[in-house]
């Protein structure tokens, strides 16, 4: 099971937390070709992982393959990771407009150039992988065709978004269409869509030819989905819910670490870059709604704690 990318949540802290909790195989959140070749700090810092988040590839996206390969190759020198991961999938204005990610499956031509010379530049270093989209549009879905390039272009494997680039997030992942890719190409294939739990997980590996699976937002409220999918497939039932408190503890532990890092600037710059993930987190959460408005303003590790404190302690008092 991979933790998909996700610009914004899949930091190194992130990613440690999920692998602690049973995820396999980790990215980074996407990285700019042009900031790597600028030796940018703030865009490097979006390549940083720990050794024991392997194996980890490093996301990059950009629209010309020579730097794009040079991008890789310098990654590479930085420090060494599992794989190099090439972004066609990602449907967000600015990178789209700059010729990246989900828009290059609208220019096969440039796709393809992209991917060879990142494996031509790599050259054997260590896998290249890619991630993509379905289509553009949904008169456009062109996921199999594009498949077919990038196996032919050295892709080692291929992340499936079961979404056109226009749906967004929106409606529903077409895992027929990820099947059709799986079945289509021989390198692995990893299917990504509305998964959200054991039972999703099981019943696409039943039912599609992926050799893998991706969860993205699912983990991001619940990121213990990889230690509970892992149960299911494992058992045939349901592990047992994670309780107020345990989630509690989870939530202080990532802001602690997060303010540790200095990622993001001092305490307060931190946690107010983390609020929308705080919010995520809590969703579900008892009184949820009171807690996303405080959340909206909390600038402290100690506020969270004495929300946390609160919300126990509230949760205790309503089960007596």
Not at 62 to 83: H, L
Not at 306 to 315: G, Q
Request: charge should be neutral.
């Amino acid at each position: 099971m991979y933790l998909a990318p996700m610009a914004g949540v899949t930091d190194v802290i992130f990613r440690q937390i999920c692998k602690e909790l049973g995820a396999d195989v980790m990215v980074t959140e996407f990285v700019s070709a042009e900031g790597i070749m600028q030796a940018d700090a703030r865009t490097r810092k979006y390549t940083e992982f720990t050794d024991e988040q392997r194996p980890v590839g490093v996301q990059l996206f950009g629209g010309d393959g020579e730097r794009m390969g040079e991008a890789a190759r310098k990654i590479i020198d930085w420090k060494r990771p599992d794989f190099i991961d090439i972004n066609f999938g990602c449907p967000v204005n600015k990178v789209v407009a700059k010729n990246g990610g989900s828009s290059l499956l609208k220019d096969c031509p440039v796709l393809s150039s992209v991917a060879s010379g990142v494996v031509r530049a790599v050259g054997g270093q260590v896998p290249v992988t890619a991630k993509m989209r379905i289509g553009w549009d949904e008169t456009s879905v062109n996921a199999v065709e594009v498949a077919g390039i990038l196996e032919d272009c050295g892709m080692s494997a291929i992340a499936v978004h079961g979404r056109t680039r226009s749906q967004g997030y929106g409606g529903a992942a077409d895992w027929e269409v990820i099947d059709a890719v799986a079945r289509a190409v021989s390198i692995p294939v990893i299917g990504n869509g509305d998964l959200t739990c054991g039972a999703d997980v099981l019943r696409r590996k039943h039912q599609t030819a992926v050799s893998g699976v991706m969860i993205g937002r699912a983990a991001m409220q619940n990121p213990w989905v990889f230690r509970e999918a892992k149960h299911f497939l494992e058992t045939g039932t349901e592990s047992p819910g994670i309780g107020l408190e345990e989630r509690w503890e989870l939530v202080v532990r990532h802001c602690r670490l997060a303010v540790g890092s200095v990622r993001y600037g001092d305490e307060n710059q931190t946690l107010t870059a983390m609020r929308s993930r705080l919010m995520a987190y809590c969703k579900g959460f008892p009184g949820a709604k009171e807690l996303r408005q405080k959340l909206c303003h909390v600038a402290s590790v100690g506020e969270v704690e004495d929300l946390a404190a609160i919300s126990i302690r509230r949760a205790e008092l309503a089960d007596l």
